[in-house]
C-alpha cells in the first residue's frame, strides 16, 4: 500500500486550503468507490478489482488540479482545468504509479474522446480518457456525485444526468454504462 496522503502533502503541503478540498472531495470519492466494491465482492473474488488499489486511486484521482486555473477552489496553476486529468496522471507516473495515472487521466466527465479532443479542439493531448479497467470505470462513477466546490454535499442524481447531457449522447451511454456497472 501506498502512502498516498504523503503523495499528496509532497504537492500540496504548502497549499492548506487546497490541500483540504482534495482531501475531503477524495475521500468522499474513495468512500462511494470502496462502499461499490463492498457490494460486489465477487469482483474481489474474480481478482477484477484490488480494493485498496481502488482507495489509493480514488484518493489520487484528482492531484493534478495544483496545475490548475480555479480560484474558487484555490487552485493558482496556469493550465484550464480541464487539463487536470493527465497533469495528474503525468505526476503520478513520475512517482512510479502507472496504473494510478491512469484512473487520473481517464476520470473527467464519463471518459473523453479522441473526437471530443479533436471536435471541441480541448487543451489535452489527441488521445482517448475514457475509462477501462472496471477499477477505471468505479473511480470515474463515484466521482460524479461530489463537487470540490460543494464539499460535504452529494450532487443529485437529476443534476448528474443534466450535467452529463450537455456533453451529447454518447456522454450519457457512457453514463448508463456505468450506472449499470456500479448499481
Not at 481478482?47 to 488499489?53: A, I
Not at 490548475?68 to 493558482?76: D, L, S
Request: glycine residues 6%.
Amino acid at each position: 500500500m501506498i502512502d498516498y496522503l504523503a503523495l499528496i502533502d509532497k504537492y500540496y503541503g504548502d497549499k492548506p486550503e487546497l490541500r483540504h478540498i482534495l482531501v475531503t472531495h477524495s475521500r468522499q470519492v474513495a468512500d462511494r468507490a470502496l462502499a461499490i466494491v463492498d457490494a460486489h465482492p465477487e469482483w474481489i473474488k474474480e481478482g477484477l478489482v484490488d480494493r485498496t488499489f481502488i482507495e489509493e486511486a480514488a484518493m489520487l484521482h484528482d492531484i493534478g488540479i495544483l496545475y490548475c486555473n480555479a480560484p474558487k477552489i484555490f487552485c493558482t496553476g496556469p493550465h484550464k482545468y480541464i487539463e487536470h486529468g493527465y497533469l495528474g496522471a503525468e505526476l503520478l507516473r513520475a512517482e512510479g504509479l502507472p496504473k494510478h495515472a491512469l484512473v487520473a487521466e481517464r476520470h473527467t466527465g464519463t471518459g473523453i474522446t479522441i473526437e471530443q479532443v479533436e471536435r471541441e479542439e480541448l487543451p489535452i493531448p489527441e488521445r482517448d480518457y475514457c475509462p477501462q479497467s472496471l477499477e477505471e470505470k468505479i473511480i470515474c462513477y463515484a466521482d460524479k456525485f461530489y463537487s470540490k466546490s460543494h464539499l460535504g454535499e452529494e450532487v443529485a442524481l437529476e443534476k448528474i444526468k443534466y450535467n452529463i447531457w450537455k456533453y451529447g449522447h454518447d456522454a450519457i451511454i457512457r453514463w448508463q454504462e456505468l450506472e449499470k456497472i456500479c448499481n
